[in-house]
């Protein structure tokens, strides 16, 4: 099985802040992996695929870097609305499994 | 565009089995393009993807809860289902219904989701 770690588990920003979230595999998955975004109550939204690429309607200050075993979600400009949970998920290897989430929070 | 709603029971007695479906807006089951999932999130944890299904009724699930799954298709409702047999407290969670493309297997990402049904075993 593939270990996931995200990190920071909470990351306390303020609006206008560039953010960077880390998600570090224990194997290499080479580019399998998706960020998503979820609010209280929510379902998660797909941001992210194939670790760079922007899904669909989803504004550009999102960013995804890595491939290999190292990846980073970036926020260039944090948004009041995109105060929320983001999580990482890898579809390398059977089953797929998600990070453990990273709260971004109002500082 | 694929919209997608969870229903079923709220609250179910351990041991008992959970049933949840998924009814599909704006497409097709039957469609060779996506594989049907569900996913659950107990409260305030994690993302657990629990198993899937192609139109053609090919599944696939979680070893960890590969005992006690079963997800099928109905292509006259447009609906998937889930089926959790013996369940526990540890059941208890937030289930999603999402899909995912017909690529790798149908494991890759799950785009789009249902809004989740909270699903509480206890007595």
Known sequence: ?107 | QVQLQESGPGLVKPSETLSLTCTVSGGSVSSGSYYWSWIRQPPGKGLEWIGYIYYSGSTNYNPSLKSRVTISVDTSKNQFSLKLSSVTAADTAVYYCATSLNWNYGINWFDPWGQGTLVTVSS
């Open chain 1, 1 to 107: 099985a593939i270990w996931m770690t995200q990190s920071p588990s909470l990351l306390s920003a303020s609006t206008g802040d560039r953010v960077t979230i880390s998600c570090r595999m224990s194997q290499g998955i080479s580019s399998y992996l998706a960020w998503y975004q979820q609010k209280p109550g929510k379902a998660p939204e797909l941001l992210i695929y194939a670790a760079s690429t922007l899904q669909s309607g989803v504004p550009s200050r999102f960013s995804g870097s890595g491939s290999g075993t190292d990846f980073t979600l970036t926020i260039s400009c944090l948004q009041s609305e995109d105060f929320a949970t983001y999580y990482c998920q890898q579809y390398y290897s059977f089953p797929p499994t998600f990070g453990q989430g990273t709260k971004v929070e109002i500082k």
